[in-house]
């Protein structure tokens, strides 16, 4: 009996004379990775459409285009900002009634002051806005602060 040491790929057997084109169509697309553009990710620029499901779920949107130039001495302001009309349409997703008032937990954010406030709202944040503080005060509510007002 003769141990069998070396066995030979898939990928030589699914293709050349007689073997069928196991659901490849013509046999010389399906000759190692050519006709996908590339294992991995290659092939998954401009314009490769048959990638382009694959690495949006992925990958997000972010993936394709350009997304600015930063110099390299230049660093990216990256601190998250939310607008005050934004928590105020959103307040079930962004906090909790406590009687009359909305308790809201935005640590990480910086509050602006764009749109109107009509509830009151105690906002935990990391910065936020004049134009903010003073509509969510003229309201009835509050803004407490990790980091001072910016001038």
Do not use: I
């Given at each position: 009996m003769t141990i069998k040491t070396h066995k030979r790929r898939k990928s030589?057997?699914?293709?050349?004379?007689?073997?069928?084109?196991?659901?490849?169509?013509?046999?010389?697309?399906?000759?190692?990775?050519?006709?996908?553009?590339?294992?991995?990710?290659?092939?998954?620029?401009?314009?490769?459409?048959?990638?382009?499901?694959?690495?949006?779920?992925?990958?997000?949107?972010d993936y394709f285009g350009k997304q600015g130039v930063t110099s390299r001495r230049t660093a990216r302001d990256t601190r998250q900002r939310i607008n005050i009309d934004t928590i105020e349409k959103n307040l079930e997703t962004y906090g909790k009634k406590e009687g009359e008032k909305w308790v809201i937990n935005l640590e990480n954010y910086k509050i602006l002051g764009n749109g109107?406030?009509?509830?009151k709202l105690f906002i935990t944040a990391k910065e936020a806005s004049k134009s903010a503080i003073e509509k969510i005060e003229k309201a009835g509510g509050q803004i407490i602060l990790s980091e001072p007002v910016e001038e």
């Open positions: 030589s057997r699914m293709h050349g004379h007689g073997r069928g084109t196991h659901g490849y169509g013509e046999r010389k697309k399906h000759k190692h990775s050519g006709h996908k553009g590339g294992k991995g990710m290659s092939g998954s620029g401009k314009r490769a459409d048959q990638k382009k499901t694959l690495v949006l779920k992925l990958y997000g949107n109107n406030v009509k509830s």
